[in-house]
């Protein structure tokens, strides 16, 4: 066992030896190997700048003459609307089931992440065909009121309802884990001091967990303007509807491919602009000693916690799952044997995406820990840039840089440039972590931010000095962060569509692919059964990383703790 | 351990994961690349880029299969994004045929020169000539009309004549459509251009917008659901979308409260258009891509691929299956149906101006 000063002698040489080595060869091994790997994982969404290299002004003029105003307007209220309804409905609902008891919280708290299995376009087109004109309800109300007309429930505020719902699990997840890892010494004191029980939460607690919102709001803010085939299916026209239109209508792949630019721009912009907003204000969460302990609620608060949390479930998940099951035994005839195929092809998929993702990302996040500065900052974000372009265009831009390349592949390197061919797994692979990179990222960010300084002076001080104890102190903290990264790559993967549509091998068709070839036909009705079979999927993942979560505390055992 | 050693610690196992992950992933990747690299060097089956879904052709291709021994592989996509790929692979495309809905698609490939010229006496036979490229480059395999729907209770038939007809002030409130940015209308409002011009065309479909009930909606399906619900009494969808919505009620043992129009029967006729298919350019098996074809086009090919989806075959000595012959004989449009890809742009404009979308 080495003694305490040794050790740090040997820590402080092994960092300027490093350092050393990065400034005598400039960029060093590590830089270069680390632009290598950016360099992959952006090129598809550089290939989409490749295109203004041919400016369609005349396309550009026409859409400013007819609809671009609109569309800004529309992606601008989308995004907002999406943004704002997630902030607080998973704000209050990570709040509500970490710092409150209630019955039934102990599973509600978990199934409120399950909205997650459901690919968003599934969401909502279940939604309209339980509540849209035609639909289960609607259907129903005539039948029993001859009179009644039916409402058109496609209005923007309903389109904003249904992403958020299906979006909100983003939230919920990443400032749960704020919320439980957060000591409960800033909020007693506030309180101590004479606040309210709102004001503390609004002055203590908030502030506090809004790196974590700031993460999640990110990702949803991406996944938002790179939705497509959910706007579509209400037929809001936003920038990525104008892609489509663009691509497929006017047959002018560059122009679109220069609107997915602007979307490019708006990743880049957002992460920049919460910076600026924070200003020079830093959230150092101080080392804490005890976690909160969820409060007890009883009579009517119990009745209207559960109530809320229920409905919020019911209304993400629980509904659209019976709407799908409905459909699903109406095509039941139509379910064969090549499910299991299925199955295991999207868990291979997701699974070998997130075992890549989730090392790099680590490494990424760790490197700009450690490095510090602007530079490595710029680099994480422009790796989750990727997220916020549809995915039609990712896959179109991973194709095109590769058909740019492959004639000038040297016929040495023929080999291994066949894995990057499309139609190969290597090429979907990397594409699906140009695009969810983001997701790996962020989450693995606002977790990593709980291991601070003073925590790994502390456990110096008190000796610990062998790598076994070390893990032992930080091994749960991160394994949150990484169950949550985990969870977000695995299910968005699984339920990826276009990238996975354009890239797959031969015959090596997933869930969502086979959801997509009947909703194109709108056989809604027979993309029921890989619908639910895509949901019980996600239910592995999810299971799995709420296990790993931070543990609520429980107030039988509050007699053991001073604080 | 600093602060420092412990990221450094992080990265070194993140780093340590990574490789063990890339081992394991690109060993699994052999696969498909496998099959790929087989097809691309010319393997024996040919394949098949297609953006009709694989439900539909699966089927055909099985007894394509049985006929003549010859195996068939595809890949389905929606239409622009195969056609992307054809144009990146360039030379290492592995494709023999693109199958695609919608001449302005195929009109599109043939412009982007990913499809080769062929010259096939079959197939000039049973493919009708304005269903067919001039050129050869791509033929017609199955009609699908766009037809008018009303409800019977609240439209008479005799009521409706043709699609300008609906621009009228008696359908005001009454018309539902499907969005300007699906194919088929862009084709439709081509056609319109084509044979009324520009302004008249202009006309007709801001006549259209003025008379909707409802905001257009994302799929035929929908516009149909709005006129059964009564929001609106009338709409154009594309013929198998009705026959299938009709199917799904007798199934159910109801009587659907909707009636097809074919509008413009008597002159010039009914607007159709096509699913198709074209050799590529880099075919790595030109002559049995041909044969898929010729095939395809052949009667009971044609029985099949027209059935499997509810519409009308292009080969006219095929008969038509009885939902189809229940709505009467078919007058169609005999307008080169290349003319929507060549005006396809100018439709999206125009709808685009008249705040159609």
Sequence with gaps: ?563 | MTHNQLLVNLMAQGARVLLVALVLVLSACDEGTRTSSNLRSGGDAVVVYSARSEYLIEPVFKAFTQDTGIEVRSLTDKAGPLLTRLIAEGATTSADILLTVDAGNLWHATRSGMLRSVDSAVLAQNVPEHLRDTQGHWYGLSMRARVIVYHTERVQATELHDYAGLAEERWHDRLCLRTSKKVYNQSLVAALIQRHGQLRAREIVSGWVDNLALPPFASDTQALEAVIAGNCDVTVVNSYYFARLERDWRAKSKVIPLQIYLPDQDSPGVHVNISGAGITKHAKHPKLALRLLEWLSSEHAQRLFAESNLEYPVNARVSLSPTLEDWGTLNADTMPVSVFGALQARSVVLMDAAAYH
């Excluded at chain 1, 429930?153 to 919320?179: C, D, H, Q, T």
């Excluded at chain 1, 976690?291 to 229920?310: E, K, M, N, W």
Aim: with cysteine; net charge positive; charged share 10%.
């Design chain 1, 1 to 563: 066992m080495w003694s305490t000063r040794t050790r740090t002698r040997e820590a402080s040489e092994l960092s300027l030896r490093w350092s050393m080595l990065g400034r005598y060869l400039g960029l060093g091994v590590l830089g270069s190997v680390v632009l290598a790997l950016v360099a992959i994982l952006l090129a598809p969404s550089l290939g989409v700048l490749l295109a203004w290299t041919d400016p369609q002004v005349e396309v550009w003029r026409h859409l400013a003459d007819t609809r671009l105003a609109t569309l800004f307007l529309n992606t601008a209220f989308l995004l907002l609307g999406v943004l704002g309804f997630t902030a607080v409905l998973g704000v209050g609902i990570a709040w509500l089931n970490t710092a409150f008891v209630y019955p039934g919280h102990v599973w509600l708290q978990y199934a409120l992440v399950l909205p997650l299995a459901i690919p968003v376009y599934v969401l909502a087109f279940a939604f309209l065909g339980i509540f849209g004109i035609g639909g289960s309800l609607q259907t129903q109300l005539q039948t029993w009121w001859p009179t009644y007309t039916q409402m058109d429930m496609r209005s923007p505020l309903v389109i904003v309802l249904v992403l958020g719902l299906a979006l909100f699990p983003y939230v919920y997840l990443l400032v749960r884990n704020a919320f439980l890892s957060q000591g409960v010494e800033l909020l007693e004191a506030s309180r101590t001091l004479g606040l309210t029980r709102y004001q503390s939460f609004k002055r203590a607690v908030l502030p506090a967990i809004r790196p974590a919102l700031a993460a999640a709001l990110v990702l949803v803010a991406m996944e938002t303007l790179a939705e497509f085939a959910a706007v579509s299916i209400f037929n809001y026209d936003t920038f990525t509807t104008a892609i489509y239109k663009t691509w497929f209508g006017l047959f002018n792949f560059s122009a679109a491919a220069q609107l997915a630019s602007v979307l490019l721009l708006i990743a880049l912009l957002l992460p920049a602009s919460e910076r600026l907003l924070r200003g020079r204000a830093h959230y150092d969460d101080t080392f804490h000693g005890a976690s909160r302990i969820p409060r007890p609620l009883h009579g009517i608060y119990a009745v209207l916690a559960f109530t809320v949390s229920f409905s919020v479930f019911a209304l993400a998940f629980l509904l659209p799952l019976t709407q799908l099951a409905f459909w699903a035994w109406e095509a039941r005839a139509h379910f064969d044997g090549q499910y299991m195929e299925l199955l295991i092809r999207t868990g291979t998929l997701a699974f070998m995406v997130t075992a890549v993702a989730l090392p790099l990302g680590l490494i990424f996040v760790s490197l700009s820990r450690w490095r510090g500065g602007r530079a490595w900052l710029t680099v994480v974000r422009l790796l989750s840039v990727g997220y916020a372009l549809p995915g039609v265009v990712l896959a179109a831009g991973v194709v095109s840089v590769v058909g740019v390349i492959t004639p000038y592949a040297h016929p040495t390197v023929a080999w291994l440039w066949q894995f990057i061919l499309p139609g190969s797994l290597a090429l979907l692979v990397l594409a699906c972590l140009s695009r969810f990179m983001a997701l790996g990222l962020g989450a693995l960010e606002s977790g990593l931010s709980r291991i601070r300084r003073p925590l790994t002076e502390a456990a110096v001080l008190l000796g610990s000095s062998r790598i076994g104890v070390m893990w032992r102190v930080y091994l749960p903290l991160i394994a949150p962060a990484i169950a949550t990264s985990a969870l977000l790559i695995f299910v968005e993967t699984m339920r990826e569509m276009p990238i996975t549509l354009l890239l797959r091998p031969f015959g090596w068709d997933t869930l969502a692919v086979r959801i997509f070839e009947f909703s194109t036909e709108g056989e809604w009705a027979r993309a029921a059964p890989p619908a639910l079979v895509l949901v019980a999927l996600g239910l592995v993942p999810v299971f799995l990383a709420m296990r790993r979560q931070y543990p609520v505390r429980n107030r039988k055992h509050s007699n053991d703790y001073v604080h």
